[in-house]
């Protein structure tokens, strides 16, 4: 009996090109998580003048062989949050940096002069490939405003320093590095009348305030432009599959009717 070599050296051919495509595609859609991967909190919509509200920053490691060693938040004074607690983070330490207000905001609970203007974490080391959630309690949020914008510094054991502060622009791309932004939802009056502030203590430099309303939110337009780059590269690969599986049938076809029959 006489086998089929022309049909076994064709389903050779097939396997390695089909270890190819699997690779590669594995590559494409690993090299996409690692650079859609930003810092982000949850969730990323609440109500104006809510209370007792948990804030998560959500903050990945994107270098390949460096680890995180610390985070810094500013949180906005322009509409300033009372009561602002961190959670206890295992592995790391928090300092609170305050800030004095030139008007003072009265709560239900008195006046408050002072509100919470930065969050630092260190002494924790983050590895490639993990992300580490850091959570705060925000006593009470202001209703005179749109949306909330944390930028964010993250420091990398290797000196490297990526600083999440960017605003997304009406009509321009999703920036690189965009800055956690908190939706503020339900009635209030319109933001625009913001008051500064002046720091005690260390604090980072993030550049000219900008009122939150003017500001708009970076996480849908970085999410659609993520989910269609996605869907982009499934249609490609899928059609890069169906063309080298088309072309090989091909050229098994004319090898086998070009064949000598075997007696």
Do not use: C
């Given at each position: 009996m006489s086998g089929h070599p022309r049909s076994a050296r064709a389903f050779?051919?097939?396997?390695?090109?089909?270890?190819?495509?699997?690779?590669?595609?594995?590559?494409?859609?690993?090299?996409?998580g690692v650079a859609s991967a930003h810092v982000t909190i949850g969730p990323d919509t609440?109500?104006?003048?809510?209370?007792?509200?948990?804030?998560?920053?959500?903050?990945?490691?994107?270098?390949?062989?460096?680890?995180?060693?610390?985070?810094?938040?500013?949180?906005?004074?322009?509409?300033?949050?009372?009561?602002?607690?961190?959670?206890?983070?295992?592995?790391?330490?928090?300092?609170?940096?305050?800030?004095?207000?030139?008007?003072?905001?009265?709560?239900?609970d008195g006046t408050v002069t002072q509100v919470v203007s930065e969050l630092t974490w260190t002494g924790g080391a983050l590895?490639?490939?993990?992300?580490?959630?850091?959570?705060?309690?925000?006593?009470?949020?202001?209703?005179?405003?749109?949306?909330?914008?944390?930028?964010?510094?993250?420091?990398?054991?290797?000196?490297?320093?990526?600083?999440?502060?960017?605003?997304?622009?009406?009509?321009?791309?999703?920036?690189?590095?965009?800055?956690?932004?908190?939706?503020?939802?339900?009635s209030g009056a319109s933001s625009g009348s913001g008051s500064g502030s002046q720091t005690s203590g260390a604090s980072v430099t993030t550049g000219p305030a900008t009122p939150s309303s003017a500001i708009p939110s970076s996480a849908t337009g970085d999410s659609t432009a993520r989910t269609l780059g996605t869907t982009g590269i499934v249609v490609g690969?899928?059609?890069l599959a169906v063309g080298a599986f088309g072309m090989s049938r091909a050229r098994r076809k004319s090898s086998d009717s070009h064949a000598t029959p075997r007696e």
């Open positions: 050779a051919s097939r396997k390695p090109l089909a270890a190819v495509l699997a690779s590669a595609a594995l590559f494409v859609f690993t090299s996409a609440t109500a104006k003048g809510g209370s007792d509200v948990e804030l998560t920053f959500r903050v990945p490691n994107e270098e390949a062989s460096a680890t995180t060693t610390q985070l810094e938040v500013v949180l906005p004074t322009d509409h300033p949050i009372t009561g602002v607690l961190p959670e206890p983070t295992p592995g790391w330490q928090v300092a609170v940096t305050n800030t004095t207000l030139p008007k003072p905001v009265t709560t239900d590895a490639p490939g993990q992300y580490q959630g850091f959570r705060v309690m925000l006593g009470k949020l202001p209703d005179d405003a749109n949306q909330l914008v944390f930028k964010a510094v993250q420091t990398y054991s290797n000196g490297d320093v990526v600083r999440w502060i960017d605003l997304a622009q009406p009509g321009q791309p999703a920036p690189d590095h965009p800055a956690p932004v908190l939706v503020l939802t339900g690969a899928a059609g």
